[in-house]
């Protein structure tokens, strides 16, 4: 099972990689799961930050 701490990890390591991703290819090459990826990390670091019981439990 992951922690909160990993699945921070994860969702923030998914972000960077999924903004490099935009940023280093040129408008007409942007597809859709670039996008997609950095926000379903974002909208997944949210959900963790927002969920701080599990995590206050932890420490």
Known sequence: ???S???LT???VLCFISFCAIMLTTPEQMGIFA??????AA???W???T???EFEEEN
Not at 35 to 40: D, H, N, V
């Open 1 to 3: 099972m992951l922690t």
């Open 5 to 7: 701490t990993d699945r």
């Open 10 to 12: 994860i969702y923030a």
């Open 35 to 40: 996008i997609g990826g950095l926000f379903s």
């Open 43 to 45: 909208l997944g670091l």
């Open 47 to 49: 959900f963790e930050l």
């Open 51 to 53: 969920n701080d019981t």
